[in-house]
Structure formats: C-alpha cells, structure tokens
C-alpha cells in the first residue's frame, strides 16, 4: 500500500520598512502607492494530511477545529475561499501553526492565505509561481472578501527577501527586489529592535477609520495627504538604503510614526505612546507599531547598546524577540 508524505509549508511574516499603508486600494486607486517590505523569520505553518474518510474535510485554522461534509460549512471565509480557488473539496486535513499570535501587526493573514493556497495547489500538483500566488492570495481578501486592505502583505509572503513595490490607480504592481550591501543588511538586523506589546488589535477597525474619514471630504482628507507624504518617505527610504545610509532609514521611522498618529485616532493610545517616548529617550533614532497600528509588534532602530536598550525596554512592559530577514518566500518543507 502506498503511503501517503504530509504537505507541509513554511510561510514568512514581514515588516515595513517604509510607505507602509499606501497598497490599500482606496488610496491607491487615487494616488497609486509605493512602499518596502521585508520578509522576516517568523513563520506559519500548513500542514496537509489525507483523512480516512474522504467525504470530509477537517479544518484547524489556528484558533477553531471542526469537521465538514461540504465546504460551504467552513467558517473561516479564507479557508473557504483558498478552497474554492484551489478545486479542493474534500478528503483533507488542514492544521495550521503560527510562530506568533494573530493580530500582531506582521502580515500574519496574508503569510496563511499564501501557506494554504501553496499546500492546496501542491496537493493538485499544480506549480503556481510565488508572484502569481501572492496576486491569487491579494484578491481573496480584497475582492472576495472586500476586506479594507492592500496586496503588501500577501506578495511578500509570497516571495520573501526586501522589496520595493509601486501600485498603480489601476491596481498593477510593479516589484523591484533590492539589491542591499551585506553590510546594509547585517546593519539593519543588529539595529532593528523587536518587542511584542502583548495587545492584540484589529487592522480592520483602523484601516476602516482612516477610509470613513476620506469619505467625508475626500479633496481636502488629511488622510490623503498624511498618505501621500508617506507614499514620498518610503521613495526616500529606498534611496537610504541602497546608498547605505541606514541611520538615516532610522530616522525615517520617527518621522513616519509622526504622521501615521494623524491616519487614525485608533493608531495609538497613551500606552503605546509612553512605549514609544520612552524607546526615543533611551536612545532609539525612530520606531513604528508594525501593521495598522493599535497593538501588536513595535520595532525600534537603536545603533548603539542594544543589550541595555532591550533590557529597559522589557522592564516597561515590552517582550523582546529576535528577528531576522528571510530571503526565499513560502516555501514546501515535504
């Protein structure tokens, strides 16, 4: 009797290193946007097994196990819809582990939209290239899903390493793979400074608020401006870092944090901003909360004494974790 090998895949997170929020379509299709992702090691799993009875589905998708007969039972609306697109519909178990809670600013969603839809069309033996995948993976939540979101997440998971994008008003993107000094690279994983809050936040909510303010006037929206200006920071921040200049990247951060608070009363809270005030009188350059703000990973850039930043940071309340980039995307492990 032959036997049958798991599917399993491994699936990175990521951090923005620069015009994060302008790939949300309601923006973009006004403005076009332009940001900088990095895939880090922080992972989710899938794993694909046959079941016994292969009238039946079973689903555990990190939070919720259940079993189905038909997938119109599923309730997680990105299981089903990976699913649907796949062709897959029954005679599987799905089990899905993540490195790192939900709702922690990192693109979590995005890494397990683009880990199950690899695992399921490895399982039709089907070979989707990874930029193809993260489009398919974009579309679900934006489309299917109509989900206030942009494609960031889901094509850097998709390929990995440290990308520049550009999207246009028509919702074409454009990627540029950064071709970084190993000097660069080794700089900005020693000063990159993580810590989780502990606070898990909804991207939804905030994302939602910035567009309800965009509605009310969208030609004077100070949503809109503060975006454009950190559409032009992450323009300038790819100039920093292919000339190296990364203190100067660090810097960015600060000014970024400054106009991200303007996006959403929902961004921040006095927590988070005594958080970040003490990071900066510490010695921090600049920092951001990762994803749409509101809780999750706060990242810092400190080029200097790490070890007693990290140790002041952690007796305030914050939880640091080591982080690393990750250059090669989702990827089978079986």
């Known amino acids: 009797m032959k036997m049958y090998t798991p599917i399993i895949t491994q699936t990175p997170m990521r951090i923005t290193l620069g015009g994060g929020g302008t790939d949300v379509l309601w923006y973009s299709k006004l403005r076009g946007g332009a940001w900088i992702s990095a895939a880090i090691n922080k992972y989710v799993y899938i794993f694909l097994n046959k079941t016994d009875d292969p009238d039946v589905l079973k689903i555990f998708d990190g939070s919720d196990y259940y079993v189905v007969n038909n997938i119109s039972e599923i309730k997680n609306p990105i299981v089903y819809e990976c699913l649907k697109l796949s062709g897959v519909k029954n005679?599987?178990?799905i089990t899905?582990?993540?490195?790192?809670?939900?709702?922690?600013?990192?693109?979590?969603?995005?890494?397990?939209?683009?880990?199950?839809?690899?695992?399921l069309f490895t399982f039709q033996k089907r070979r989707i290239p990874p930029l193809k995948l993260g489009n398919q993976a974009a579309d679900i939540e934006i489309k299917k899903l109509k989900k206030s979101v942009g494609p960031q997440d889901q094509l850097i998971a998709a390929i990995g390493g440290m990308n520049y994008f550009e999207i246009d008003k028509k919702g074409r993107v454009k990627?540029?793979?950064?071709?970084?000094?190993?000097p660069t690279i080794k700089g900005l994983e020693t000063n990159l400074l993580y810590f989780s809050t502990r606070i898990n936040r909804d991207a939804e909510a905030v994302l939602g608020d910035q567009k309800k303010k965009v509605e009310k006037d969208p030609e004077k929206s100070a949503v809109i401006e503060s975006l454009d200006s950190i559409k032009e920071l992450g323009q300038r921040v790819k100039r920093y870092l292919l000339n190296g200049e990364i203190n100067k990247f660090g810097q960015s951060l600060h000014e970024h944090w400054l106009i991200k608070k303007t996006l959403s009363g929902k961004m921040s809270n006095s927590k988070?901003?005594?958080?970040?005030?003490?990071?900066i009188d510490f010695?921090?350059?600049?920092?951001?909360?990762?994803?749409?703000?509101g809780g999750g990973w706060f990242v810092f850039y400190v080029n200097k004494h790490h070890e007693g930043f990290k140790n002041k940071m952690n007796k305030i309340g914050l939880i640091s974790q080591d982080v690393k980039f990750d250059f090669k995307g989702t990827r089978l492990l079986t």
Not at 175 to 182: A, G, I
């Open 175 to 182: 990627v540029e793979p950064l071709k970084l000094s190993k």
């Open 283 to 293: 010695g921090a350059l600049g920092g951001k909360i990762m994803g749409a703000g």
């Open 272 to 279: 988070i901003d005594y958080w970040y005030e003490k990071g």
């Open 91 to 93: 005679g599987l178990q």
């Open 96 to 119: 899905t582990i993540s490195e790192i809670s939900g709702r922690s600013g990192l693109g979590g969603s995005g890494a397990f939209e683009i880990g199950l839809l690899n695992a």
